[in-house]
């Protein structure tokens, strides 16, 4: 009995061991490591903020089982981050999107700066950025943010046009843009947004109508204080509408097209607590029970307005027909009238039937006051014999040269080239030959001559269009267009000129003036040509794909800034997919390229990471003078990308190993992304942008503690060594 007593009382003791250990071990659960980086980022983003009291000993790294400030878990995962109004400054951390449980993450009302990361939480539904100093762009990322329901980025300084999709964001309930400096006409998917009640768009410089928000399920909309045009949808009188400072259209809005559906009675009464704008004009209940008195509704005007227009069509029809019937006298004194103006339903019948053969668009007066006179008339054909309505009218458009862009004589540009001489060639691209063109006032620029096989000798109003499109690329690292020749069949661009030329003969072109490149140029370069590119992606419109990134296209200034050439040019020349084919085989060309011909934003981003590998490694993109194996530099370096041993061994060898081991890994993470096979994997510009510029912040963060630390104090300053080693 004693025996069998002891053995009872032992399994009670184990039993009660074993529950005390497990309740110790609930309370110390280890964060999910994925998520202690991230936090520990964020800290980091934030100059490690002293006001959030967060452990920085390794010991404690887990804010769920010591519970930080700020931060919610459940289990071991983040889920909830709330740091609003604590004076934090620095700015929002990348990586954000390894947080793939946080639900809420909440920044508001502190003093943060930068740009909002690209990389996000997958899964967020809350996400609050407000009354802080952002800068730059709404991401595009928020497209991909599918279950977001509130998004709140009011009181910073966005800028530029919104560029967001939202077709996936069927879930988002508020949306607050307002108090920024957001451009452009407001996206029509926001049409889609189907569970949207709330949003504040105010006190930015939005354009365009709000048409896209007429049948959203709205509660309180502010647009004040912007520059809106157009109707107010009849819908979103009927909310509680703020809508003061634009430019709305007076009088009565025109008819709805044909097909849309009536008003819900619901919405024919007002909401109390409107905040409205005079300028918006209700219907009245008189009118309203006037239509139901009469017996005719919204689908029954409709129908009256379509049958007006049918009946109408059907007149002026026969009076066409009746006016074709004119004699052959009539018609020539009609072409031989004088200049005056014609009457302005003539000029109306007259205009409505000609063909395009008819119009001589280069005779037409582009000065303020137009002379209305009738085109050219074939007096041997009738007006039967023009197939109207086989044909459609096809009216080309007026293209005329930019402003802001010089006009030159092929004289002028043959005296300061040396008629085009080939001691002024700088160099020879797909398109054609560039010239370095001396001024009489000692300014120098660069003359691009299209070859005769890309643009045609009849090309010139086309040209005028290609030059007007491309003046409209501005950026710091985008040569610019300065001016253009378009004379005698030849076509010409002049480009702002980079004493330094090109990267490529920065890397493989050596004299006994050159220099090697060191790591902090290559990163410059790599950062600034990678904006050059998310500006053409991301925020042109239309966007523009540059189709030819190379090592010869990014032109260096006197203080090695990186400045992208031949910008938009492949966009309009014809047939230039073709020529780019022609230069197959230079190891910059993705393979869906070579496969298919068409070049994407994908392929683009390809190039990219091959000229990011030409910077870590000083060899051109093919090389046929190495061994097999070696001749494409893509399929040469990257399976060891990864591997930080191949990596050193990898490097340009004319860096003399002056560069930062964990600055060089990450830049070769960057080049893995962009060179990976499947187009699909590879990350948007503006993800490379952000990745890159992580690098360097990392850097400066590290400079800074190198610099100023108590073991080394500022006494190395004074070379070149540590700045050398700084990214």
Not at 431 to 451: P, S, T
Not at 640 to 655: E, G, Y
Request: hydrophobic share 35%; charged share 15%.
């Amino acid at each position: 009995m004693v025996d069998v007593g002891g053995g009872g009382g032992g399994g009670r003791l184990l039993m009660l061991i074993l529950l005390l250990f497990s309740c110790i071990l609930s309370a110390t659960a280890t964060t999910d490591p994925t998520d202690v980086t991230s936090i520990k980022a964020i800290f980091q983003s934030l100059n490690s903020p002293p006001q959030l009291g967060w452990p920085t000993a390794n010991a404690n790294d887990d804010p769920c089982g010591h519970s930080w400030k700020g931060i919610t878990c459940s289990a071991n995962r983040v889920t909830h981050i709330h740091l609003s109004n604590l004076a934090l400054s620095g700015t929002l951390s990348y990586g954000l999107q390894d947080l793939t449980s946080l639900t809420t993450l909440d920044m508001s009302n502190n003093n943060l700066v930068g740009t909002i990361p690209y990389q996000l939480p997958p899964n967020v539904q809350r996400l609050n950025f407000a009354y802080n100093n952002l800068t730059g762009t709404v991401p595009y990322s928020i497209s991909n943010l599918t279950s977001l329901t509130d998004l709140n980025l009011n009181h910073n300084q966005l800028q530029q046009a919104l560029n967001v999709n939202f077709q996936n964001l069927s879930t988002l309930s508020k949306l607050d843009l307002s108090f920024n400096s957001l451009t452009g006409d407001l996206p029509q998917t926001m049409s889609s947004l189907s569970g949207i009640t709330t949003m504040y768009l105010q006190n930015n410089q939005f354009t365009g109508t709000i048409d896209s928000l007429a049948n959203l399920p709205l509660n309180s909309l502010n647009v004040e204080n912007n520059n809106f045009t157009g109707w107010i949808p009849e819908r979103l009188k009927n909310i509680d509408l703020q809508m003061g400072g634009n430019a709305w259209s007076s009088g009565p809005a025109p008819p709805p097209p044909p097909g849309t559906p009536p008003l819900h009675k619901s919405n024919q009464h007002h909401k109390s607590g409107g905040g409205r704008s005079s300028t918006g004009q209700h219907p009245s209940s008189d009118t309203i029970n006037e239509g139901k008195k009469s017996g005719i509704g919204s689908g029954g005007i409709v129908g009256i307005v379509i049958s007006i227009i049918f009946v109408g069509a059907i007149i002026a029809f026969f009076l066409v027909k009746r006016k074709s019937k004119k004699s052959s006298s009539d018609l020539e004194k009609l072409g031989n009238q004088s200049t005056g103006p014609l009457p302005s339903n003539e000029v109306h019948e007259i205009t409505s039937v000609q063909t395009s053969s008819m119009l001589d668009l280069k005779k037409l007066d582009t000065s303020d006051s137009i002379n209305l006179k009738p085109p050219p008339i074939d007096l041997h054909k009738s007006f039967e014999d023009n197939e109207f309505s086989n044909k459609p009218t096809i009216v080309k458009k007026i293209v005329t040269a930019p402003v802001d862009v010089q006009s030159y004589s092929i004289a002028d540009l043959q005296i300061t080239t040396g008629s085009f001489n080939v001691d002024h060639l700088i160099d020879e691209g797909s398109f054609g030959r560039v010239y370095r063109a001396q001024f009489d006032d000692g300014k120098v620029l660069a003359v691009k001559k299209i070859d005769s096989s890309v643009l045609p000798n009849d090309f010139s109003e086309d040209f005028i269009e290609i030059v007007s499109n491309i003046s409209y690329l501005h950026h710091p690292n985008v040569t610019e267009l300065v001016g253009y020749c378009s004379e005698h069949g030849q076509h010409l661009l002049v480009y702002e000129f980079h004493k330094n030329g090109s990267l490529h003969d920065f890397l493989h072109v050596s004299d006994e003036y050159s220099k090697p490149l060191i790591w902090n140029s290559r990163v410059k370069i790599a950062l600034g040509t990678a904006r050059a590119l998310e500006y053409l992606h991301e925020v042109c419109s239309p966007s523009v794909v540059h189709k030819n990134i190379k090592s010869a296209n990014i032109l260096l200034d006197a203080e090695l800034n990186p400045h992208l050439s031949d910008c938009g040019l492949a966009n309009y020349i014809p047939n230039a997919e073709q020529i780019l084919n022609h230069n197959a085989g230079s190891g910059y060309d993705a393979s869906e390229v070579a496969m298919s011909g068409q070049y994407t934003f994908k392929s683009d981003v390809y190039s990219f990471g091959v000229v990011m590998l030409e910077l870590l490694c000083g060899r051109k993109p093919f090389d046929s003078s190495r061994a097999r194996p070696e001749q494409s530099l893509v399929r040469w370096a990257t399976p060891q990308l990864h591997d930080i041993d191949a990596l050193a061994k990898m490097v340009d060898p004319s860096l003399k190993g002056l560069y930062p081991v964990k600055s060089l890994s990450r830049f070769a993470d960057v080049i893995a992304l962009c060179v990976q096979p499947e187009p699909e994997f590879r990350p948007p510009m503006s993800e490379v942008v952000q990745s890159l510029v992580r690098l360097v912040q990392r850097a400066n963060m590290s400079r800074r503690t190198f610099t100023f630390g108590s073991d080394h104090g500022g006494s190395l300053r004074g070379s070149d060594e540590p700045a050398i080693r700084d990214i």
